[in-house]
Every structure is written in structure tokens, then in C-alpha cells.
């Protein structure tokens, strides 16, 4: 069976007026949301993704890639609704990225999923990789050899995702399974961290010492000090086994 410790931070950075960011850590299921749209619809969007996923967390029920894509559905429906009830919010949004425990017992594994730019990392002894794929136009761009990732880093696009809540069609999460390492650690984040920190500095942050809550203080922290463009999100997972 798999053990997993989390710890989370977040802050609204050095320019932003508010925080339109979320994230929910549970017993079974971890996510991020990075909201998007003007008069606070944004922070709703993403508290509407987060609390789809606090429902998965609810009981002892086994979770599979069904019941995660069946949670995003319901999700980019309460935005929609969220929108023509109040006009002025009428194209909010959001991403949403996070790890969830499928399967049972002693053949549990971890299913990352991803709608938008916001991404899981995965840290093991070979090195720091990321597992999820961005939905974004430079990321775009990069697959097809017309953009560096360095230059992706200052593009005028870098914040235009391509997939999220809040399309007319539920849009449908990106999901890849792998087997968990005792020992690995996992950092979902919003781009407010990886907008500010290359992977090498992430890396070095999530190796450190101390509990999952104290390395998310950390990178957030770092993130800030470094300019603190945009709200800045972190869920840290340690795996163990029990």
C-alpha cells in the first residue's frame, strides 16, 4: 500500500492584487488549479476544479481514470453554469493538475492528470522529470521545433493554454499511470512557479531537507523572492510504503 505525505504553500505574489489560485490535498487525491478570468471568476473557476476532486477523496472508494475524467466533466460544467449565471464572469476558466491513488491494495499506482499549463514534476534518484504536458501554445510551438524551451520562458503566448475548464466541450485531462518509489517525491504546481524557477533550482529545492510542508514553503518562497509575477502554487508528495 502506498504512503504519501503532502504539505502545501501558496502565495499571491508581488503583482497580483489576488490570489486566483487552489489546491486540495487529501487522502487519495492531490491537485492544483490555476484560475483565469477577470472579477474574481478566475479564484472560482478554481475552487469549483478543487472541490470536483474533494468529492473523489470522499469514502474508501477505489479511484480509476473513470471516475477522474468523469470529475473533470462535472467540473467544466459548474464553470460553465458559474458563467451564465453571472455574465460578468462569462469566460472563466482554469487549469487543473494533480496525482490520484488508483487500483488496490498492493497494486496501487499513481495516476498524474493535467488540463492546461499548470504541471507535476516527479523527483527520483535519476533526476528531477516532468510527467505532465503543458496545453499551451508555446508548448505547441516547441513540439514542432519552432520554439526553444529558454525562449518559451519570455514568449508573448507563454500564458495562452490550449486546453482547461471552461471550454463549451468538457475538455478531456491528459492521464499517465506509473508506479510509485519509496523514497521519490512528486511537486504539482501552478506556472507562477515554474514561470519563475528553472528546473535545476526546483530540483535543488525539492531535494532539501525537511517535511513535504517546509520544501512547498521554500520553492513558493523562492518563486517570490524572484519576482513573484503571478500566484504561486505548490503540493510537495513524499512516497513511502506501509
Not at 33 to 61: N, P, W
Not at 62 to 67: F, G, S
Request: hydrophobic share 45%; glycine share 10%; charged share 20%.
Amino acid at each position: 500500500m502506498i504512503s504519501i505525505t503532502a504539505g502545501a504553500a501558496t502565495h499571491v505574489g508581488r503583482v497580483r492584487q489576488g490570489n486566483e489560485d487552489a489546491f486540495f490535498v487529501g487522502r487519495h487525491i492531490w491537485a492544483v488549479a490555476d484560475g483565469m478570468g477577470g472579477h474574481a471568476a478566475g479564484e472560482v473557476a478554481a475552487r469549483l476544479a478543487v472541490e470536483a476532486m474533494q468529492t473523489l477523496d470522499q469514502g474508501d472508494a477505489q479511484l480509476d481514470d473513470e471516475a477522474l475524467s468523469a470529475a473533470v466533466v462535472t467540473a467544466n460544467s459548474d464553470v460553465l453554469a458559474y458563467g451564465r449565471k453571472h455574465p460578468r464572469a462569462w469566460g472563466l476558466g482554469t487549469t487543473l493538475a494533480g496525482v490520484a491513488v488508483v487500483g488496490e491494495n498492493d497494486a496501487e499506482q499513481l495516476c498524474v492528470f493535467n488540463l492546461g499549463d499548470s504541471r507535476v514534476y516527479r523527483l527520483r534518484q535519476t533526476g528531477l522529470e516532468r510527467v505532465s504536458v503543458d496545453h499551451s501554445e508555446v508548448e505547441e510551438l516547441i513540439n514542432a521545433g519552432l520554439l526553444t524551451p529558454k525562449a518559451a520562458r519570455t514568449h508573448p503566448l507563454r500564458n495562452i493554454v490550449t486546453r482547461c475548464l471552461g471550454m463549451p466541450s468538457a475538455p478531456e485531462p491528459d492521464l499517465w499511470v506509473i508506479d510509485p518509489e519509496p523514497g521519490e517525491r512528486l511537486l504539482l504546481c501552478s506556472d507562477g512557479l515554474n514561470g519563475e524557477l528553472d528546473d535545476a533550482t526546483i530540483e535543488a529545492l525539492l531535494r532539501g531537507e525537511g517535511t513535504p510542508a517546509q520544501i512547498a514553503d521554500a520553492l513558493v518562497a523562492a518563486a517570490v523572492d524572484h519576482g513573484g509575477q503571478d500566484n504561486v502554487t505548490v503540493v510537495v508528495l513524499a512516497v513511502g510504503s506501509s
